[in-house]
C-alpha cells in the first residue's frame, strides 16, 4: 500500500532548520516511483519544491534551491527534505506526494501524482 506519512514539522525562526521526512509506503515497496514536496501557503497555490526521481535524480524550485535538499533513503522508502535558511515566506503546509513512474521532473501538473500524504505544517516567524 503507497500511502505517504509526513514528519517533521513545526515552529522555527528565521534562519533555522527542519527536517521533514515522508514514509512513502506502509509495506508494499514500487520497483519504480518518484516523490515531490509540494507546499500550499493560506491563499496561495500548491507548488511543488522539490522532488527526487527512481534514480535519485533531484530537480528543485529557484525559490528554495540551495536552502532544502531531497534525499531518498532507500533501505526504508523514505524521502527527507532537509531545510535550512528558513524565512518567513517558506510558511505553508507541506505535503509528500507519490507517482508510480520513473522520472516526474519538478512540474506544475499535479496528475502524476495519485498519492498524497496528509501534510505537515511549517512556520517560520520573523
Known amino acids: 500500500q503507497v500511502q505517504p506519512v509526513e514528519s517533521g514539522g513545526g515552529s522555527v525562526q528565521t534562519g533555522g532548520s527542519l527536517r521533514l521526512s515522508c514514509a512513502v509506503s506502509?509495506?508494499?515497496?514500487?520497483?519504480?516511483?518518484?516523490v515531490a514536496w509540494f507546499r500550499q501557503a493560506p491563499g496561495e497555490e500548491r507548488e511543488g519544491i522539490a522532488e527526487?526521481?527512481?534514480?535519485?535524480?533531484?530537480a528543485y524550485r529557484d525559490s528554495v534551491r540551495g536552502r532544502f535538499t531531497i534525499s531518498k533513503d532507500n533501505a526504508d522508502n523514505t524521502v527527507h527534505l532537509q531545510m535550512n535558511g528558513l524565512k518567513p515566506e517558506d510558511t505553508a503546509m507541506y505535503y509528500c506526494a507519490v507517482a508510480l513512474v520513473f522520472r516526474c521532473g519538478l512540474r506544475e501538473d499535479l496528475a502524476p501524482y495519485k498519492y498524497w500524504g496528509q501534510g505537515t505544517q511549517v512556520t517560520v516567524s520573523a
Open positions: 527526487v526521481d527512481t534514480d535519485g535524480e533531484t
Open positions: 506502509s509495506g508494499y515497496i514500487p520497483s519504480t516511483y518518484c
